[in-house]
């Protein structure tokens, strides 16, 4: 993560595209939110060059929501193949070899899909207005 946070620092920061939002992004939707959060971390604790944060909180915010947005698009494709397999009459036995996913881990997609739809973070909201 240290190493990325150092190639950030040195693309330019130019008129037009903003790469190192571009980057942002980029890291925020293909890893893992463990990982988006640690380096979230690391990248607002390096000291900017203009003086201030390289993420503001809104950055922050549209990067987190992206995120989930996407976590919760891959759960709900993941959970409605599955319904589609037991409304035909699939045996779980085929449908977790197919899948790699067994009841339980089911069962619990499903809760964190509901998590995920249900909440509307305080900055979520801030964002839409």
């Known amino acids: 993560m240290n190493d990325l ?7 330019p920061v130019s008129p037009g595209i903003d790469y190192q939002q571009v980057f942002f992004i980029y890291i925020a939707v293909t890893q893992k939110e463990e990982d988006v959060t640690d380096f979230i971390k690391i990248v607002n604790q390096q000291p900017d060059k203009k003086g201030g944060p390289m993420l503001t909180a809104r950055d922050k915010w549209l990067m987190e929501g992206k995120f989930e947005g996407k976590l919760e698009g891959k759960l709900e494709g993941e959970i409605n193949i599955i319904n589609n397999f037991i409304n035909k009459g699939i045996e779980w036995a085929v449908i977790s070899d197919a899948t790699g996913i067994n009841p339980q881990k089911y069962e619990n997609m499903k809760l964190e899909y509901q998590q995920l739809v249900s909440r509307a973070t305080p900055q979520q909201a801030a964002l839409t207005v």
């Not at 946070?5 to 693309?11: A, H, N, T, W, Y």
Request: net charge neutral; aromatic share 0%.
């Open 5 to 11: 946070v150092g190639l950030i620092s040195q693309i």
